[in-house]
């Protein structure tokens, strides 16, 4: 039999923002992640700030870990975030 085992207590969604908007997250903002099916939304913050833009896409990886204590999410999931920007 072939299994994986793994952690999933707590996963990463890597979200994709254009460099301007990516210009303006900083390490430790906060982000709510919406995950389809779910009904409450998921708080967090920004954990990582790829430091180059994806030539083809002109769009920065900001990395986001989720908590996952239920473990109803599961890798490879789509979710769409809110970075909330500070005014």
Do not use: C, H, W
């Not at 997250?25 to 954990?47: D, I, M």
């Amino acid at each position: 039999a072939i299994f994986e085992v793994g952690n999933y207590a707590e996963l990463f969604a890597d979200l994709y923002l254009f460099s301007t908007d990516a210009g303006k997250a900083r390490v430790g903002q906060v982000v709510t992640v919406y995950v389809p099916g779910q009904p409450q939304p998921l708080e967090s913050s920004v954990s990582f700030l790829s430091p180059v833009a994806d030539p083809l896409t002109q769009s920065r990886v900001v990395r986001v870990g989720v908590a996952n204590p239920s473990g109803s999410l599961q890798p490879g999931m789509f979710v769409t975030a809110d970075v909330v920007q500070e005014e």
